[in-house]
């Protein structure tokens, strides 16, 4: 994989938007010392595999005349890229040079000159002091994926020396014209590696799908800004229900990323893109659950039955005794999600609908408690995905209808309060532990990473490893 697998996050799709981010990126000279090193043990075995094509023609060789030869059989059985650096260009993009560069081929001779003379062998032919310089271009195609191209190359060879087995002296001025050719190839053949690697791009998470529910898209809502020190992304991350975008009716707002640069890559996502994941989910109904009595555990002595409610409410008892019973809690508007420096809270508005349940399985209705909550979130890296876990902070109730005559709701604090402990959270906590897609390429691995909860975002910082 060569650097531009990190490029990759340079260009996701085309410009078409201009507004905060969700989600920043930070790239380090850190990381970018790292796609060199991947690309050019990666560029080394491109060039070692490239296969050199047969060559003949005529040549005007002194004091011989012309001359007619054939190359054939040529391998290219040794490549050295020993020295390489990576650049930023403020402003403009990536530059690459290659220095000190060598390249052994061997392959087999055949001429024929003055009509009738033919002759044959083999030879060893070594370029050094091969240098290389080329800029890499990112840009979007139709699909709003990166391509990447190269741009302004320029290459030129210090010496070149050939070993012949058989033939005479004179073949060295045939070479001459040789190498000059191949020269001029150098350049075509790193475009051409730089530009395989855009069937790998295609792996770029520019929309991820998350779940039945939902997707987050990744794509730039503005250019990249590059420093001297670093490449700095802005992505949209942004939840959507699934296959359906419809913009929240909130904005992200304005962010910045701290001067850091210990580790490879740093990610920011803001707490925009985790409420406008509240808005997808509450839109599509998935903040709902229906409670039945097998869901709470067999050693409580509460029971979700008539009998038990009827303890505080007597009337359900008198007017539906002996019934089982089933809860419903539903969001009635979106959470809010806020951050905090080491602290995440969301808050919930629901309501909870209390049904009995007849012989025949239809429902009827007892009352409708109106819930405010309060939860805390944990969160944390889980491969490339970002999950948490949460933990009840409060809960308060109130009654919003009642069939079943007036009744102090505070006596069924307790029961609520463990209905959600040993029910809902658990529930809540098995969706988050999926995680969520972070932005990745290819097979892409995060090491040494680091989270932090700070005002209005998290910072994830990170090392990054690739793999095959």
Same mark, same amino acid.
């Given at each position: 994989m060569l650097l531009c697998c990190w490029l990759a996050l340079v260009a996701l799709v085309p410009l078409t938007l201009s507004t905060n981010p969700g989600v920043k990126v930070k790239l380090?000279?850190?990381?970018? =010392?790292?796609? @060199? /090193?991947?690309?050019?043990?990666?560029?080394?075995? %491109?060039?070692?595999?490239?296969k050199v094509p047969d060559q003949s023609g005529t040549e005007k060789v002194s004091p011989i005349g012309k001359v007619q030869y054939s190359l054939s059989n040529m391998q290219i059985v040794n490549v050295g890229l020993p020295q390489s650096a990576v650049s930023l260009v403020p402003g403009t993009g990536v530059k690459l040079s290659i220095?000190?560069?060598? #390249?052994?081929?061997? +392959?087999?001779? @055949?001429? %024929?000159?003055? @009509? #009738?003379?033919?002759?044959?062998?083999?030879?060893?032919?070594?370029?050094?002091?091969?240098?290389?310089?080329?800029s890499i271009a990112i840009r979007s195609d139709e699909t709003g994926r990166p391509v990447v191209s190269s741009v302004n190359c320029a290459a030129t060879v210090g010496s070149a020396s050939i070993k012949f087995h058989g033939g005479a002296s004179w073949l060295y001025n045939l070479f001459k014209s040789f190498i000059d050719k191949a020269l001029r190839k150098i350049c075509p053949l790193v475009a051409s590696a730089i530009s395989d690697l855009n069937s790998q791009?295609?792996?770029?998470?520019?929309?991820?799908?998350?779940? /039945?529910? &939902? =997707?987050?898209?990744? *794509?730039?809502? *503005?250019?990249?800004?590059?420093?001297? *020190? &670093?490449i700095d992304l802005n992505l949209?991350?942004?939840?959507?229900?699934?296959?359906?975008?419809? =913009?929240p009716p909130f904005s992200p707002t304005a962010f910045s990323l701290p001067p850091k640069t210990d580790n490879m890559l740093y990610i920011g996502m803001s707490v925009f893109s985790a409420n406008s994941a509240a808005f997808v989910y509450n839109k599509a109904g998935a903040l709902s659950l229906y409670i039945t009595d097998d869901m709470i555990p067999q050693g409580s002595p509460f029971r979700l039955n008539t009998r038990t409610f009827g303890v505080f409410?007597?009337?359900?008892?008198?007017?539906?005794?002996?019934?089982?019973?089933?809860?419903?809690?539903?969001?009635?508007?979106?959470? #809010? #999600?806020t951050f905090q420096p080491n602290n995440v809270t969301v808050q919930a508005t629901a309501t909870v609908t209390a049904y009995a349940i007849q012989p025949n399985s239809t429902l009827s209705p007892l009352f409708v408690l109106n819930m405010e909550s309060s939860v805390s979130?944990?969160?944390?890296?889980? +491969?490339?995905?970002?999950?948490? &876990?949460?933990?009840?902070n409060k809960m308060d109730l109130t009654l919003g209808t009642s069939y079943v005559g007036q009744f102090q709701v505070s006596s069924l604090d307790n029961i609520l309060q463990m209905v959600l402990k040993v029910v809902v959270i658990p529930k809540v906590n098995a969706q988050l532990a999926k995680g969520y897609p972070l932005p990745t390429i290819g097979k892409m691995k995060l090491v040494n990473t680091q989270l932090q909860v700070l005002k209005d975002y998290m910072l994830i910082g990170t090392d990054v490893k690739f793999n095959g």
């Open positions: 380090t000279e850190r990381g970018l =010392e790292y796609g @060199r /090193q991947l690309g050019m043990a990666t560029m080394q075995q %491109k060039l070692k595999s490239i220095g000190k560069a060598f #390249i052994s081929l061997h +392959g087999n001779w @055949r001429v %024929k000159y003055l @009509r #009738i003379i033919k002759d044959k062998g083999s030879f060893d032919l070594n370029v050094n002091g091969l240098t290389i310089t080329t791009l295609k792996t770029l998470n520019v929309l991820a799908k998350v779940d /039945q529910y &939902a =997707e987050i898209e990744y *794509s730039m809502v *503005s250019s990249p800004i590059i420093s001297n *020190s &670093a949209k991350g942004e939840f959507y229900n699934t296959g359906k975008h419809q =913009e409410i007597p009337e359900i008892a008198k007017q539906f005794p002996g019934l089982m019973m089933k809860l419903l809690v539903k969001t009635v508007k979106n959470p #809010i #999600i979130a944990h969160i944390f890296i889980s +491969g490339m995905r970002l999950a948490g &876990a949460v933990t009840l």
